[in-house]
């Protein structure tokens, strides 16, 4: 059985950082992109980052990038999203996510184009 652990959420101030962890059992995700995207209340949920099956190639929201960070460890089975330079805007339940499919890439903003994901972690940040 697939599963995605989130962990690493918190309460924040503005301005800080917090380091969230997703670790993956059930199968290996050494070849498939894994991404984080997130949902605030009353809101869709969206992309945020992904760290494609190459290990190469990562993209970010525009209102991410420059902040956050994705990183994948594939001999771990994990991929972490490191945060920094909060924004209270940045408050949402994060969710890690992984495509089934290996070497898929496409649509990868697209939260439909994924297969498993986690539980969710809260991130509050204060202003």
């Known amino acids: 059985q697939v599963q995605l652990v989130e962990s690493g959420g918190g309460l924040v101030q503005a301005g800080g950082s917090l380091r969230l962890s997703c670790a993956a059992s059930?199968?290996?995700?050494?070849?498939?992109?894994m991404g984080w995207f997130r949902q605030a209340p009353g809101k869709e949920r969206e992309f945020v980052a992904v760290?494609?099956?190459?290990?190469?190639?990562?993209y970010y929201a525009d209102s991410v990038k420059g902040r956050f960070t994705i990183s994948k460890d594939n001999a771990k089975n994990t991929v972490d999203l490191e945060m920094n330079s909060l924004k209270p805007e940045d408050t949402a339940v994060y969710y890690c996510?992984?495509?089934?499919?290996?070497?898929?890439?496409?649509?990868?903003?697209?939260?439909?184009?994924?297969?498993?994901w986690g539980q969710g972690t809260q991130v509050t940040v204060s202003s």
């Open positions: 760290d494609t099956w190459s290990g190469g190639s990562r």
């Open positions: 996510a992984a495509k089934d499919r290996i070497y898929s890439v496409n649509n990868y903003r697209n939260s439909r184009s994924y297969d498993y």
């Open positions: 059930g199968r290996s995700f050494s070849r498939n992109t």
